[in-house]
């Protein structure tokens, strides 16, 4: 089933926890560096600036993941001033450690691809000039480190060239892993909306059907009523015992229909005042075929469980309904050995109703179920359209396939209500 959490603050959150990671392993890199070179390569640096930087943002690490864990949402804002800050502390760290002629200099380009990526282009674009303004400032104003020009013994490569290739390494990784990362989080977003409208789509759909299905109830109401008392006048006037044997076949099916009309309210009072029931998946499905095959008599079928123990789902009438309404599409397409299988795991009971027709036709499989498109040629896919909303209303599916040796096997999965019985 869907989850709970608010779709408008799972993006900038995850992006937020990603660039703490990334702003992380930078600093790390930072230091270790740093301590490298000085202890190695003898760098003339002014230590206590540079040391406090690395603290300060290694503190503010810290906090981001403290502020992770608040109830409030994350937004775009909060996300442009972790750029900024991030900006500030490697304009800082670049101005004590040779300013421009810095190998690591190009690093500015992993905050301006990551707001080019996740924020607004206001955001972006205020990022990027921020980024441009503290690289051309570093080009006057800055710390020099004459080591930086040094050649490593028995090469023709300065110490300079290698901070350049270590740099592009580190960005490389970053953007490749982090920005993949954020963009995914952004198309997961898209997908999940998408699917969000296309439900309430549907879900206007149903409420519409229902309205005029309530609307044509409460119409029939009154001529079935009446053909009722038409129909038993009618008998006692009728000397004709075959006539009589007539009528009394259609005041059964007129009380049919009334039972029918009594039924859909009564479920919809059930529905109104309490949860499903819950029954054992066996049990119900043999009881949805025995009704079935009264509707049906002409079909010839097979049923099969895999299952040893019981599995319990949640039902109501209108899964019932549901059921038998896929049950009709496969008698209708072949009313000859419909195979019918049940099995189930420890999380979802799964239904398989196999007919032995034409199959789908591949142009309309997409849309079954998604609108009122239907396969046979008087229909008008109502029917398969109410079992999609039905099935995924109780947290279930339902997929169309066309089977490798012919026909159309049609899947139903439904949750598992006790694992444990």
């Known amino acids: 089933m869907m989850s709970n959490q608010p779709l408008a603050l799972s993006t900038p959150s995850r992006n937020l926890i990603l660039l703490t990671v990334a702003r992380g392993i930078t600093w790390t890199g930072f230091l270790v560096a740093i301590i490298f070179g000085i202890e190695i390569l003898n760098f003339q640096l002014y230590l206590v600036p540079i040391f406090v930087t690395i603290a300060v943002m290694g503190l503010f690490n810290v906090a981001t993941w403290w ?11 909060e996300c442009l001033a972790h750029l900024l800050i991030d900006i500030l502390g490697l304009t800082v760290i670049f101005y004590f450690t040779g300013g421009s002629n ?46 930086l020009s040094r050649y490593i013994a028995g090469s023709s490569i300065s110490l300079h060239v290698l901070g350049m290739w270590l740099n592009f390494i580190l960005c490389a990784s970053l953007i490749t892993y ?32 229902a309205s005029q299905a309530a609307g044509t109830a409460h119409e029939l109401g ?10 038993g006048e009618m008998k006692e006037d009728a000397d004709d015992d075959l006539l009589r044997n007539d009528i009394a076949l259609l005041q059964g099916q007129v009380e049919q229909c009334k039972s029918h009309l009594r039924s859909l309210v009564a479920t919809a009072e059930r529905r109104r005042s309490g949860p499903p029931d819950n029954m054992d998946a066996r049990q119900y499905l043999e009881n949805v075929i025995q009704k079935w095959l009264v509707i049906r008599p002409d079909v010839t079928h097979q049923f099969e469980c895999s299952g040893k123990r019981h599995a319990i789902i949640p039902t109501d009438d209108t899964l019932q309904q549901a059921l038998l309404n896929l ?14 299988q049940l099995d189930w795991d420890n999380t979802q009971v799964t239904i398989d109703i196999r007919d032995h027709g034409e199959g789908v036709p591949m142009e309309i499989a997409d849309q079954l179920g998604q609108t009122f498109v239907s396969t046979k040629s008087k229909g008008m896919g109502i029917g398969l359209f109410l079992t ?33 019985l």
């Not at 982090?178 to 409420?207: C, G, P, W």
């Not at 049950?327 to 019918?340: G, Q, R, V």
């Open 102 to 147: 810095n190998p690591v200099i190009t690093y500015y380009l992993v905050p301006v691809t990551i707001a080019a990526a996740t924020l607004p282009w206001r955001y972006a674009l205020l990022t990027t000039g921020c980024c441009f303004s503290a690289y051309s400032g570093l080009m006057w104003f800055y710390q020099p480190i004459p080591e």
């Open 67 to 77: 502020r992770l864990g608040w109830p409030r949402s994350v937004t775009a804002g």
């Open 327 to 340: 049950l009709n599409n496969a008698a209708d397409a072949n009313p000859s050995s419909i195979d019918i």
């Open 388 to 420: 999609h909303a039905t099935i995924n209303r109780f947290g279930g599916s339902v997929t169309l396939y066309n089977h490798e040796d012919g026909g159309t096997l049609t899947e139903v999965v439904l949750p598992r209500v006790n694992s444990s």
């Open 222 to 231: 009154t001529p079935l009523a009446t053909m009722a008392i038409l129909l």
């Open 178 to 209: 982090f920005v993949f990362k954020m963009a995914r989080a952004l198309r997961y977003r898209d997908m999940t909306l998408s699917h969000t409208r296309e439900a309430a789509l549907r879900n206007e759909q149903i409420l519409a059907v």
